[in-house]
């Protein structure tokens, strides 16, 4: 994990700095996912797509470090840094989004675990990336700054949004931005940022690939937009002077999680009966949910049918929300999304499916036996 540190807030000057302060993001380097040749280029598209976005039905759980972890004593955010944090999930939950959010009292329990340390600047794993760092005592998001100001409030918007699976706006392929290299290396090189050109290539002048972008048009706007200043910026012309987000989430922000994860447009949740297949029939980036009541307990299998890319999630509906209790994701392979768990009699269970592709859509069902 990279420690360098990310633009921390200066001191206002008064009414007359009315311009927000820029928010400098230093997200964590990742290696492109490599597909096997037998894929083609336009399944491996649609995979890359969606990848990083959760499952409808998904509730996130997510800690924040406090005193007595055993971490360093830097990770521990202030009730003030963790009230902010709460803030910003109901702000994303209140859009009345099909994935939910709590705050859990162990670090063994959440997928998402945040710091505070001043030093390692601000940054978050981008959508179930934060699945594949399984050891507790390490973070998925970090805040290098306060979140008790208006910059800070954003911070935590932007930084929740990576986890929802929102990349840098200003890296969107239909910006049409055209950087003065030089400058933006000679900037971010510099105090206090002091970031590496690997760095910099990857969280401001990398492209990022059509498909894997919100909408067809650059906002910018979105809390996922970095402040920046005059002169780093070549075109488009009206930008050269800089860009100045209005803070908060925007129009397109909102439209963006609501589409990727809906909620009351959500199609109603269909029941699955063992051995009885029900089709899919979704689109390329769609979910469906199904409710599942086992009337033995036993071990299930639970599985995808079709030529097909899916991630398959089973989740135990709770009072404190859906735990995640099993999951497959089969893309890129020859292999249907299967699990193999023992339920209970009684209880309920929700069974998220996520397409990435379909050979035939029509084709594509899931099962329980």
């Known amino acids: 994990m990279s420690t360098t540190t990310s633009k921390r807030p200066a001191a206002r000057q008064g009414k007359a700095s009315a311009r927000p302060i820029p928010m400098y993001c230093s997200q964590p380097l990742q290696t492109a996912r490599q597909f096997d040749s037998a894929v083609a280029a336009g399944r491996a598209r649609a995979i890359l797509a969606s990848e990083k976005k959760w499952v409808n039905g998904t509730s996130i759980r997510y800690y924040c470090f406090k005193r007595g972890d055993a971490v360093p004593a830097a990770w521990q955010g202030s009730a003030a840094d963790l009230a902010a944090v709460d803030k910003a999930f109901d702000a994303w939950a209140q859009l009345g989004i099909g994935i939910g959010f709590q705050r859990v009292d162990a670090a063994e329990d959440?997928?998402?675990?945040?710091g505070f340390s001043p030093q390692d600047g601000s940054w978050s794993y981008v959508g179930r990336d934060v699945l594949g760092i399984r050891d507790p005592l390490q973070r998925t998001m970090n805040f290098g700054w306060s979140l008790a100001t208006a910059y800070g409030a954003d911070t935590a918007l932007h930084e929740i949004g990576h986890t929802l699976g929102l990349e840098h706006e200003h890296q969107n392929p239909h910006a049409g931005i055209t950087w003065n290299?030089?400058?933006v290396i000679a900037y971010f090189k510099g105090p206090p940022n002091n970031w590496d050109d690997a760095q910099i290539e990857w969280n401001i002048l990398r492209k990022i690939p059509a498909g894997q972008v919100k909408g067809t048009?650059?906002?910018?706007?979105?809390?996922?937009?970095?402040?920046?200043?005059?002169?780093?910026?070549e075109a488009p012309a009206k930008y050269q002077a800089g860009v100045s987000p209005k803070g908060g989430l925007s129009y397109a922000d909102k439209s963006w999680v609501v589409e990727s994860y809906p909620g009351v447009r959500a199609p109603a949740t269909l029941q699955l009966k063992v051995g009885l297949s029900q089709l899919l029939k979704l689109k390329a980036g769609e979910t469906r949910n199904f409710e599942f009541v086992p009337t033995r307990t036993r071990t299930y299998q639970i599985a995808t049918f079709g030529t097909s890319d899916t991630v398959l999630v089973l989740f135990e509906v709770t009072p404190e929300?859906?735990?995640?209790?099993g999951g497959n994701d089969d893309s890129g392979t020859d292999l249907n999304a299967r699990v193999a768990i023992r339920l209970t009699r009684g209880r309920r269970y929700l069974v998220g499916v996520r397409l990435y592709y379909a050979d035939a859509v029509m084709?594509?069902?899931l099962m329980a036996w």
């Open 321 to 325: 929300g859906n735990l995640q209790i």
């Open 110 to 114: 959440a997928a998402v675990r945040i």
């Open 363 to 365: 084709e594509t069902s």
């Open 181 to 183: 290299r030089e400058a």
């Open 217 to 233: 048009t650059w906002d910018p706007d979105s809390v996922m937009e970095y402040s920046f200043d005059a002169g780093l910026i």
